[in-house]
């Protein structure tokens, strides 16, 4: 049998593994782990992404008093979290293979040093035959630094192993025309590398169990595509679907064509740290039609209109232009306090070298 690719990271939402009534859909975690044997046995390298502890202790126990939905989700996590993770190493032990557990939270990829540190991780499992099962840590995680949901975490995860491919197991098949429930509505078999998010398409509603909605695994397939990565939205509540889509088979899902020139490790570190920001530089007019040029150009001094937040060397930074839009993000060679010192240098050091720029890529609608 021919695979499409040989290593993938594969993403499982609450939404399939969970019953209606918030317990763990036992038979689904055993359906999914059959299939993810099948291929590790033919070679292929496979990281899961899994959601479903919270929805896994919500079944356990309800909270005895009124609590917040911070602290619930604390809870429910805590008690799931080992639930999910005994259900998977029970069942892949059936097959002779070991899992392991890696929790994480968004601060993880804030710094170089952290993201290096987690990838390494990841490459030890690998390489001693483990299959991670990665999960954000809820039970530490705050609102405010939460993955916007484990799509978001699946697509750093893919990005940082250098996956070939991202599979999304949704309970959809994919995205619409239309919603989904609009008798209307045609399934988009393929979204090229400058196609724009369909107008009445995507709903930004989610489960009861799940954070993030169509909308958000568009935004993140889009980016991960534009980083040389297939990223493949199918439904996970069809039989056999991951070995189906990897074996080439003809099967009914979206498909989000990856760019050809794939980003360098930095450069997609970068890319995933929107949140981290620490400064924002304005530049002008011709900075910005430079920078978006086809040519390997770094920020220089010279193009800086102004800088709205203070920031150190080694800190990233937003790019605008004099609009306010979001050009790219960069790592600091310097200071905010030096680039006024450097505009009047004769030799300008660049303050964003182009190894340590990545441009946000501009779609058509």
């Known amino acids: 049998m021919q695979f499409r690719y040989q290593k993938i990271t594969v993403k ?57 939905a911070v602290s619930k989700r604390q809870l429910w996590a805590a008690l799931g979290q080992v639930k999910l993770i005994s259900r998977y190493s029970d069942f892949f032990n059936e097959h002779g293979l070991t899992c392991a557990q890696v929790l994480t939270t968004k601060e993880n990829f804030s710094s170089r040093g952290h993201y290096l540190n987690m990838k390494n991780c990841m490459t030890t499992l690998l390489e001693n035959k483990v299959i991670p099962i990665v999960n954000e840590n809820d039970t530490i995680s705050v609102t405010e630094l939460m993955f916007t949901d484990n799509d978001e975490l699946s697509g750093l995860i893919a990005s940082m192993v250098n ?57 993140i397939a889009k980016k991960l595509a534009g980083d040389g990565i297939n990223v493949h939205l199918v439904n996970g509540l069809k039989e056999n679907i991951l070995v189906d889509i990897l074996s080439k088979k003809e099967i009914a899902h979206t498909w989000f064509e990856p760019a050809q020139k794939p980003a360098s490790g930095v450069k997609k570190w ?54 306010g839009n979001t050009i790219g993000l960069g790592k600091a060679q310097y200071g905010s306090d030096k680039v006024e010192t450097e505009k009047k240098s004769e030799k300008q050091k660049a303050l964003v070298h182009y190894d340590y720029l990545y441009m946000e890529k501009t779609t058509n609608h």
């Open 12 to 68: 499982v939402g609450s939404n399939v593994l969970a019953k209606a009534d918030g317990t763990l859909n036992v038979s689904r975690i055993a359906h999914l782990v059959d299939q993810i044997a099948f291929l590790r046995k033919k070679g292929l390298e496979v990281v899961l992404v899994s959601s479903g502890a919270v929805a896994a202790g919500r079944a356990v126990l309800e909270p005895s008093r009124k609590t917040d």
């Open 270 to 323: 970068i890319a995933h740290s929107d949140g981290f920001t620490k400064g924002r530089v304005v530049v002008n007019k011709g900075a910005a039609v430079a920078l978006k040029s086809e040519k390997a150009v770094s920020l220089l001094p010279v193009g800086i209109v102004s800088i709205e937040n203070e920031f150190k060397k080694g800190d990233l930074i937003r790019i605008v232009d004099e609009s």
């Open 163 to 219: 996956s070939e491919a991202l599979i999304i197991l949704s309970n959809v098949d994919g995205v619409f025309t239309a919603h989904p429930e609009n008798e209307n509505a045609e399934l988009i078999q393929k979204v090229g590398i400058n196609d724009g998010e369909p107008d009445n398409a995507i709903s930004g509603n989610h489960s009861e169990f799940g954070r993030g909605g169509m909308l958000t695994k568009f935004r």
